[in-house]
């Protein structure tokens, strides 16, 4: 086997284990967010990706949408948008 191959092929494998591992990692997260956002209930608190905090009164299944109620003031926002959920009661 030629020097120079020999070289290529151990720079390229801690690459490509690199990129694997960065997948299946990125994989997990996505998996572990969605699971968070359709565990979203009536009654739990949660925190916006833009900050906002409220509190869950209504969630809508046909549009993936949840309407909160943050200081007395109502907002409907997308599954998307949850960044964090503390379970109410």
């Known amino acids: ?8 092929i151990l720079v390229v494998i801690p690459i490509v284990l690199m990129f694997v ?41 046909a549009d993936e949408s949840f309407v909160i109620e943050s200081q007395n003031v109502k907002f409907k926002i997308k599954k998307w948008s949850i960044a964090s959920v503390r379970k109410g009661e």
């Open 1 to 8: 086997m030629d020097q120079n191959m020999l070289m290529n």
């Open 21 to 61: 591992f960065m997948t299946i990692s990125q994989k997990k997260k996505s998996k572990k967010e969605q699971e968070l956002r359709n565990s979203v209930k009536v009654g739990d608190e949660i925190i916006t990706i833009g900050g906002i905090v409220g509190t869950v009164i209504s969630v809508s299944v």
